[in-house]
Every structure is written in structure tokens, then in C-alpha cells.
């Protein structure tokens, strides 16, 4: 069943999460401004500005949940009728002038890191299934690994700080992140009423409510918007660096071992 009432763990740890990715946007665009040589008022500006275009958004999708407006059980749905241009504008935000600063300001390991949230996320959705809030097929415990993602995100990004790891992990790790990512994506539609994929007693009919639909319109959108830096990233650096971090990786190993 999917009607179980919310634990605290998972009524506040949603939009906990959300908080905290609206945190660290802000200091992401602030130490980018900074390292691009941008003056103090004018970085603490730009990233104040980017907090509260982030808030708005979120606010407008807590406000249409809470007043019933995102509903799952039509054709076509109105919540997958506003995640279209969300999923959207991820992609192009990352890919705009803005998300250039960003990859540009930021190193490869923070933006990698950035994605270690997926790791409490679904412990949080794991925590929700068991409470019969989500269908058990969207949880770790069903047919969402993405744990992998936010998981190797934090052990990755420390390896990129630390010298252990190159571009080229990043590229696979960023390939696997981002069909991790599209998997749950597919679960949780072919989960709601419309489709009922995994039967009439595991629906998705969670995420339409609030504080939940800062899951899909904060949180997932985010994680896209952060494959796409990465992706740009690897791109903007130079192809020799690309080949030799595996050959520089194999070397430091060697000489650790001699």
C-alpha cells in the first residue's frame, strides 16, 4: 500500500535536502564568482540572487501541490506537465551562460561531489517505502539503485581532490549517474495511477503532495542540472590532461607501491 502515514525522517528530511541544495548553489556561485575575479558585493549578490530564484521555484511548487493542482490521476498529468519544462530547464540552466561560470569557478571533484545528496535522498525514500508512503519498486529495496550514484559521488569526489582519480573516471561515473538517474525517473511514472506499472497497490501518488513534490521539482532536477556541469566540464578541459590522468593515476599507484 502507498497510503501509510509520512515518518518524521521522511516529511522533513525532503525538504531538508531541498535546503540544502539551495545552500550549496549559493556558495557554489559565490566561490565560482570569487575564483573568476568577481568582487565580494557583486559575488555575494549573484548568489543571493540564485537562492531566491531557487526558493521561488520550490515555493511555486510547494503552493500548486498544496492546493491540489498537481494531480496524478489524469491524462495527461498535471505534475509531469510541469516536470517537462522543469527536466527542461535544467539542461538548458547548465547549459547556459550561468552554468559556464559555475564549471568554469568550480573544480571537477566539487562538482562531482555536489551529487553525494542522492546518498541521504534515498535513504530517505527508502525510510518512505517502509512506511508505505511510496511504492517499495521507486526504493533501493525495488528497482532504484541511484543510492550508487549519490554514493560513489562522495568517494569520487574525494579522489579527485586527492589526486587519486582523473577525467576519465569522472566520464564514466557521470555516464552511469545520469541512467541511474533517468531509471528512477521511469519507475516513478510507470508508477502513477495512469500507468499503475507495478499493480494497483504500489502507485506513486506521493510526489504530487507537499512537502514530497520538492522530490521530483527541486531534487531531481537538480541532480540533472549537475550531470550537465560535469559533462561541460570534461569537455572545457584540455585533451591532454584527459589522456594522461589514467597514465598519472597508474604512476602515483606504482611509485605508492615501490
Known sequence: MTDGSASTLVFLGIPSLAALIVGLLAIGVFVAERRLGSEPGLAVRRAAWSALLAIAWASLTLLLAERGLLALDTRPPPLMLLLVPALGGAIALGRSRFGERLLLGLPLWALVGFQAFRLPLELVMHQA???????????????????????????LGMALALGWAGPRCARIWNIGGLLLLGNIIVIAIAATPVFQAFGPEHLNVWVNRAPYVLLPTVLVTAALFGHVLVFRKLRSLPTQQLSASSTDSADRHRRGRV
Open 129 to 155: 517505502a517502509l512506511d508505505g508512503t511510496m511504492p517499495i519498486e521507486m526504493s533501493f529495496s525495488g528497482y532504484n539503485f541511484d543510492i550508487v550514484s549519490g554514493a560513489s559521488a562522495l568517494l
